[in-house]
């Protein structure tokens, strides 16, 4: 017979070994899929899976602002700024100055860029964020719940989550 104190000791003890074994292949198969996808991208495409989403997001919104296109894509507003310079940089969008300083600067798809978003296979944000936007709260409750121990486990660097999949 056990003593509650066991009790307590048995539920912070770690999952069986296959139990770990078996998660680890799933977070391989989810890594391969995400990584297979940007390679398509990138093959189909000609430019990362990135710089596609950056532009999928200025064609949906014409005329949007460096800042405004890095709270769609979830990334920091630096790595919003070096997404658009490589766009300007192979022609696929142009900017607009705007507003009453002329300081903000609108971005607009070019039609080179509604030519790579034709030849690009989707989902335009990856396989990831749209497998993720079609589950149910609840489960993404319980998979945020449950991703936070392991990064804290693996004592992971949190600043690089606003970092694009596409270039990690």
Do not use: C, Y
């Given at each position: ?85 490589g766009l300007i940089a192979r022609k696929l969008i142009a900017t607009e100055r705007s507003g ?69």
């Amino acid at each position: 017979m056990h003593s509650s104190q066991d009790n307590a000791t048995n539920q912070t003890e770690p999952a069986a070994p296959v139990a770990a074994t078996r998660v680890l292949r799933q977070f391989r198969v989810v890594f391969n899929a995400v990584k297979t996808h940007f390679r398509q991208v990138e093959r189909a495409a000609g430019i990362g899976g990135a710089q596609l989403w950056a532009l999928s997001e200025i064609n949906a919104t014409p005329g949007i602002g460096v800042n405004d296109l890095a709270s769609a894509l979830d990334i920091h507003q630096s790595t919003a700024s070096n997404l658009v310079k490589g766009l300007i940089a192979r022609k696929l969008i142009a900017t607009e100055r705007s507003g009453r300083d002329r300081r903000a600067v609108a971005l607009h798809i070019q039609e080179s860029g509604i030519q790579v978003l034709r030849a690009a296979p989707q989902p335009f944000a990856g396989v990831l964020p749209e497998a993720l936007a079609h589950l149910d709260a609840a489960t993404l409750a319980r998979l945020e719940t449950d991703l936070s121990r392991v990064i804290a486990l693996i004592n992971a660097d949190e600043t690089s989550a606003s970092i694009p999949l596409a270039e990690l």
